[in-house]
T-cell receptor
Framework: DAGITQSPRYKITETGRQVTLMCHQT?????MFWYRQDLGHGLRLIYY???????DKGEVPDGYVVSRSKTENFPLTLESATRSQTSVYFC???????????FGAGSRLTVL | SQQGEEDPQALSIQEGENATMNCSYK?????LQWYRQNSGRGLVHLIL?????REKHSGRLRVTLDTSKKSSSLLITASRAADTASYFC???????????FGSGTRLLVRP
């Protein structure tokens, strides 16, 4: 199916565990983004990527790692999850990065 | 830090009424966007207004932009229950491909 898909949609993990959230888009968009959404903070940019093998930090990158070996995939890894990383994570993509973002449905992560 | 801040944080209106929400931002922009988020879903792009535009329409949506006041408003006319959602404005961060979102306005349209 065309679009942008995130997996898993829901994840419960424990403090200290590694978690990877997957994002896959079928449009061959150059730009991909990871945001987290928390009450009172809106959406905050974690990392973004302008192309395969090109990534850069956003507003809140600490505790997260990203990679982009293929244009269509942009996984987000929490190497050692903390309770403060409990959030809803959204992946988004953009054709040229300058205007409209298309979002995935989100991944709700709970860290116990 | 957030570039855009929406006001009010929450709005409750009756079906058929108009809904107006506002966004203020801090630095100069090339464009401003509005997105909608239904409960439990991702954000969906609604409309983009460029810095040289003052008003833009899309169906029941009307967006205004006042660059001198660094503010924008989103008007939804003849609201429907299906318009119940959170609405976010988004502006550029320190580069044009890093959108910064406000904390949103939660709109409830009562049938």
């Amino acid at each position: 199916d065309a679009g942008i898909t995130q997996s898993p949609r829901y994840k419960i993990t424990e403090t200290g565990r590694q978690v990877t959230l997957m994002c896959h888009q079928t449009w061959s968009h150059s730009y991909m983004f990871w945001y987290r959404q928390d009450l009172g903070h809106g959406l905050r940019l974690i990392y973004y990527s302008a192309a395969a093998d090109i990534t850069d930090k956003g507003e809140v990158p600490d505790g997260y790692v990203v990679s982009r070996s293929k244009t269509e995939n942009f996984p987000l890894t929490l190497e050692s999850a903390t309770r403060s990383q409990t959030s809803v994570y959204f992946c988004a993509s953009s054709r040229d990065g300058r205007v409209v973002l298309t979002f995935g449905a989100g991944s709700r992560l709970t860290v116990l | 830090s957030q570039q855009g801040e929406e006001d009010p944080q929450a709005l409750s209106i009756q079906e058929g009424e108009n809904a107006t929400m506002n966004c203020s931002y801090k630095t100069s922009i090339n464009n401003l966007q509005w997105y909608r988020q239904n409960s439990g879903r991702g954000l969906v792009h609604l409309i983009l207004i460029r810095s040289n535009e003052r008003e833009k329409h899309s169906g029941r949506l009307r967006v205004t932009l006042d660059t001198s006041k660094k503010s924008s408003s989103l008007l939804i006319t003849a609201s429907r229950a299906a318009d119940t959602a959170s609405y976010f404005c988004a502006t550029e961060g320190d580069s044009s491909y890093k959108l910064i979102f406000g904390s949103g306005t939660r709109l409830l349209v009562r049938p």
